[in-house]
């Protein structure tokens, strides 16, 4: 079993927000620019929209994850 500590995984938790927020950004971005973008282009640029997306979804539960477990530590904590 691994074990964390708690501000390990607050360090965690905080670079995953960091990383979600520029994912967000990313896309945003990405959003802002497709009217822009010429016609050969765009098949790359939604293939890079669409790993973004996905990169973002496996952060966001990666982030819950984290959050869930230091949850459960500080209820043990608290019952101590």
Known sequence: ????????LVHL???LNNQIESAQNDLCMCNLN????PDENRAEIEA???K??????KLV????????????????????
């Open 61 to 80: 539960s990666m982030r819950d994850d984290v959050e869930s477990l230091l949850n459960k530590i500080l209820k043990v904590e608290v019952n101590e």
């Open 52 to 57: 973004t997306e996905k990169r973002l979804e």
């Open 34 to 37: 497709v009217s822009v973008i």
């Open 13 to 15: 938790y905080d670079s």
């Open 1 to 8: 079993m691994v074990e964390y500590t708690v501000e390990t």
């Open 48 to 50: 890079a929209y669409a």
